[in-house]
């Protein structure tokens, strides 16, 4: 019973494509995060959710919008994609700002 | 703003060497510690954490970390490493109170030889 699921789990497309990722948890956690992970390992939050509530807007370019339709589902929409957003994707989720559960990733690659 | 670093940036140990891994953080009120390890191609996973009490915590897989919080350090341990602890080890700090993100270190990679 996976946790924290995304999907894809794999995503290769072409410059200046539109792409979502999306995020589920049913472990009932009142926040969700997407972290972006570079090539050397780096892990950089992006947005996070408390309740479907926007509360972290990292500077991110605004090509990514993320969207809550509720508390167990963080989507994550990338508009005209560029060779620098290759990395790998991490959802997680978390219940009073405690420690983090991540999802298994999703690895973009843009072409 | 709080900063985490982690000043190893890659390890390399036979097994059995004993391990200690830095991590230092600029806040010096109130905090939540964490160390997460990454297995080569997996998602993060809690190793330990630290809110208050006892500053020595003990995780899962025999590691261990202390809190000092005259040094803001929060050092993960491991008395005697596995081929299979070859991993990403990321320390991370949530505060701040109210601070609704946990900041990131850069994370250390490490080898263990068998």
């Known amino acids: 019973d996976t946790a924290v699921s995304q999907t894809p789990k794999y995503l290769v497309t072409q410059m200046g494509n539109d792409k979502s990722i999306k995020c589920e948890q049913n472990?009932?956690?009142?926040?969700m995060y997407w972290y972006k992970q570079d090539s050397k390992k780096f892990l950089k939050i992006m947005f996070s959710y408390n309740n479907k509530e926007l509360i972290i807007n990292e500077t991110v370019p605004n090509r990514f919008s993320p969207k809550s339709p509720d508390k167990a589902h963080l989507n994550l929409h990338i508009n005209s994609l560029e060779l620098g957003d290759s990395a790998v994707y991490f959802c997680?989720?978390?219940?009073?700002?405690?420690?983090?559960?991540f999802g298994p990733g999703t690895r973009l690659t843009v072409l | 703003a709080q900063s985490v670093s982690q000043h190893n940036h890659h390890v390399i140990l036979s097994e059995a060497a004993s391990l200690e891994l830095g991590c230092n953080y600029s806040y010096g009120g109130t905090v939540n510690l964490f160390w997460y390890v990454q297995y080569p191609g997996q998602h993060l996973q809690l190793l330990l954490k630290?809110?208050?009490?006892?500053?020595l915590v003990k995780g899962i897989k025999g590691f261990e970390a202390e809190f000092i919080k005259s040094k803001f350090s929060f050092n993960l341990r491991k008395p005697s490493v596995q081929w299979s602890d070859t991993a990403e080890y990321f320390c991370?700090?949530?505060?701040?109170?109210?601070?609704?993100?946990?900041?990131f270190g850069t994370g250390t990679r490490l080898k263990v030889l068998a």
């Open positions: 630290y809110f208050s009490g006892d500053p």
């Open positions: 472990l009932g956690h009142d926040t």
């Open positions: 991370a700090v949530n505060g701040p109170p109210g601070t609704y993100k946990d900041i």
């Open positions: 997680a989720s978390s219940q009073n700002f405690n420690e983090q559960f």
